[in-house]
């Protein structure tokens, strides 16, 4: 059975701990590697090499660091499929959804090698009489990622590339679910010219990751994972003194307004809300009906049904299988708790499995009417194939359902009025917003953020000596249609 490597100085070797994690496919559940979990010497070893790394990255001009980058990206591009295949048979995503998770962490990577306009610092002439002052912009130290398995492509390649970029070194440690991805992404980037020690790669679980929080040398930390699991690290990382940027949990709605174009709502919905089988932090996973487009949600719950689950390279498919069985079970549990709580379940995927691999963990689309509130399927984090409907009279009894809600990660509306739209980018409380876009995720030169429990920490965690006071960034994404002609429009706006 192949075993996964780590990379510790420069070296792809075996842990030697005898502790291995098996590694499946979730379409079978059977094992295709194993992956031991580092030691805690192997884990020293790899903050030394980081430490060591720094005193001369950090020194190395920034258009040196920004070509790497540019070599690195190169090769992304060159093995864009051959990274999505692996991606695509541990995680069970279809082919091209593993094609897009590959590619946004590109688009990332690209950023990073336009790395040297984003460190300039800044001069002012006579703060005082003869007297000069000008900031200099400076790399930290050992950087730490802590990332999860449903992007394990993108989310990886959102931290190490602009924290290395910026001058520092990196230790990785990547979900235990899917670890080949990330691993080929390492392999990559040695090939582009990277010096041993500037990146890092170990693996584990809670302990290895505490040890890692804990140790004095790491001096910042990136996550991205569930709200549980982001609230420990947040509070261990900050507790030894370090910056941390958590990004966590989410409940995502989409506000439908009665003036919408029904057929870019429906279609949109469709994606948003199974896509990824939901396993992804953006989902839309509550739709909110406004009005008389209540009288939509029979046609997108039939429009939802027809998508089907499959196989990786199943053209056919909509999605795949959930990553893990005890991931399957919970959101079977969630499913029955909403039929037992009076939910009215217009399509129910609890049922469903793919002819041949009657083992996988399948969850079939599954749609909810008849929502309230209280419900566990309204108020827990699904991450799965189901969408929750909820109907209201206003737009104002709409964004105060949003507000209500403890998460603020992503959210949008479908509006025919420009009015209507900016009242709701305005007062809604959720970090990114989008107006006739369903998942408003924005490109690498824009905030990916997040408001209340999505989001714990510093948002210039990597690279920048700053500060946020009393301010959070709303990164609204926006799709206009005036005489047929489409265009999209990108603004950030930082609200006190």
């Known amino acids: ?77 060159e093995n864009h499929d051959d990274i999505a295949k692996i991606l695509s048979q541990e995680t069970g995503k279809t082919f091209d959804d593993a094609k897009g998770d590959v590619w946004r962490g590109i688009e990332v990577v690209e950023q990073a090698a336009n790395v040297a306009s984003m460190m300039m610092g800044e001069t002012v002439e006579n703060v005082a009489s003869d007297i000069d002052t000008y900031s200099m912009i400076q790399p930290l130290g050992v950087c730490l990622g802590i990332t999860p398995f449903n992007f394990p492509a993108m989310i990886p390649l959102w931290m190490f590339p ?69 609230q420990h690290i947040y509070k261990t990382a900050t507790n030894n003194m370090k910056r941390a940027q958590c990004f966590a949990g989410a409940k995502n709605h989409c506000v439908i307004m009665p003036d919408a174009n029904k057929q870019q709502v429906l279609n949109n919905l469709v994606g948003a809300s199974v896509g990824a089988a939901g396993q992804r932090c953006m989902a839309i996973s509550v739709a909110v009906f406004v009005g008389n487009s209540q009288e939509w949600i029979e046609e997108l719950a039939n429009k939802i049904g027809e998508v089907k689950p499959g196989l990786w390279d199943d ?54 009417k008849d929502v309230t509130p209280s419900m566990a399927i309204y108020q827990q984090e699904i991450f799965g194939p189901v969408l929750c409907c909820i109907c209201v009279d206003t737009l104002d009894e709409a964004i105060q359902l949003v507000n209500a809600n403890p998460y603020g990660n992503g959210t949008s509306i479908f509006t025919a009025s420009g009015g209507v739209a900016r009242k ?61 002609a489409v265009s999209d429009v990108n603004m950030t706006i930082h609200l006190k």
């Open 162 to 230: 602009l924290a290395i970029a910026c001058g520092n070194t990196f230790v990785l440690k990547p979900s235990e679910q899917d670890p080949q991805t990330p691993m080929k992404l390492a392999e990559l980037f040695m090939q582009a010219g990277a010096p041993a020690g500037v990146l890092n790669v170990v693996h584990g679980g809670k302990d290895e990751v505490n040890y890692l929080l804990e140790h004095s040398d790491i001096r910042a930390v990136s996550f991205v994972g569930s709200v549980p699991v982001g």
């Open 1 to 77: 059975m192949n075993k996964v490597p780590q990379l510790i100085n420069g070296q792809f070797l075996v842990s030697s701990n005898n502790q291995v994690i098996s590694v499946s496919n979730p379409a079978n559940n059977e094992e295709i590697v194993q992956l031991p979990v580092s030691s805690n010497s192997e884990l020293q070893q790899a903050i030394n090499s980081a430490t060591n790394a720094f005193h001369t990255w950090k020194k190395v001009p920034v258009s040196e660091r920004a070509r790497l980058m540019l070599r690195y990206q190169h090769l992304l591009k």
């Open 315 to 368: 053209k056919q498919a909509g999605f795949g299988p959930l990553i893990s069985p005890q991931a399957k079970a919970r959101v079977l549990s969630l499913i029955q708790q909403g039929k037992d709580e009076g939910a009215t379940c217009l399509v129910d995927g609890s049922q469903i499995t793919v002819d041949g691999y009657e083992n996988g963990n399948w969850i079939g689309p599954t749609v909810f």
């Open 424 to 484: 709701y980018q305005s007062n809604v409380e959720v970090g990114q917003v989008g107006i006739n876009v369903p998942i408003p995720v924005p490109l690498p030169f824009f905030s990916f953020t997040g408001w209340k429990n999505s989001f714990y920490g510093d948002l210039h965690a990597y690279g920048k000596q700053a500060v946020r006071f009393y301010t959070e960034t709303k990164t609204i994404t926006a799709r206009w249609f005036e005489d047929d």
